[in-house]
Nanobody, 115 residues
Framework: QVQLVESGGGLVQPGGSLRLSCAASGSILRFNYMGWYRQAPGKQRELVATITNGGSTNYADSVKGRFTISRDNAKNTVYLQMNGLKPEDTAVYYC?????????WGQGTQITVSS
């Protein structure tokens, strides 16, 4: 059974930074790609960023230039570095992993951007 465990969430002031981590139980190389999604209250879950096994990345327009996704295959961990945080980034952030058999979700971690 695959487990994805997020960490690094919390409360931060506008303009601040946070780094999320997603630790997988076992090798992340078995996934075609991994990524981060977020869901704000009353809104649908939306893509934030993805990274493939080859290291190709993709970002939502709303976070381009502010967020950076990366991976450490040796640690079976994917990261999301978030800079220049805005109140509209407030949401529960979920780690996601995909392979052709099925996909997996973490339990989510809350990010609140507020002064």
């Amino acid at each position: 059974q695959v487990q994805l465990v997020e960490s690094g969430g919390g409360l931060v002031q506008p303009g601040g930074s946070l780094r999320l981590s997603c630790a997988a139980s076992g090798s992340i190389l078995r996934f075609n790609y991994m990524g981060w999604y977020r869901q704000a209250p009353g809104k649908q879950r939306e893509l934030v960023a993805t990274i493939t096994n080859g290291g190709s990345t993709n970002y939502a327009d709303s976070v381009k230039g502010r967020f950076t996704i990366s991976r450490d295959n040796a640690k079976n961990t994917v990261y999301l570095q978030m800079n220049g945080l805005k109140p509209e980034d407030t949401a529960v952030y979920y780690c996601y992993a995909y392979n052709p058999v099925r996909d997996y979700w973490g339990q989510g971690t809350q990010i609140t951007v507020s002064s």
